[in-house]
């Protein structure tokens, strides 16, 4: 598999388990504010934080755009 798809699954199960959403609600608002094109674009820098680290850095991310 893919390096950064295999981490977008890292987040989007991070994100879920944070939050206590399903895998479907979770995907729902990764789609709805274009989290894994976020996740793609800065895999960079996020790939090296933590896993709390880079939900904060997700919801924040979210929080801009709503």
Do not use: P, Q, W
């Amino acid at each position: 598999m893919d390096k950064i798809l295999s981490f977008k699954v890292f987040c989007l199960e991070s994100y879920k388990a944070v939050h206590n959403l399903s895998g479907t609600a979770a995907c729902e608002i990764f789609v709805k504010y274009n989290v894994f094109d976020y996740i793609t674009n800065f895999y960079d820098v996020l790939h090296s934080y933590g896993r709390l680290y880079i939900v904060s850095d997700i919801d924040e991310y979210i929080s801009l755009r709503t």
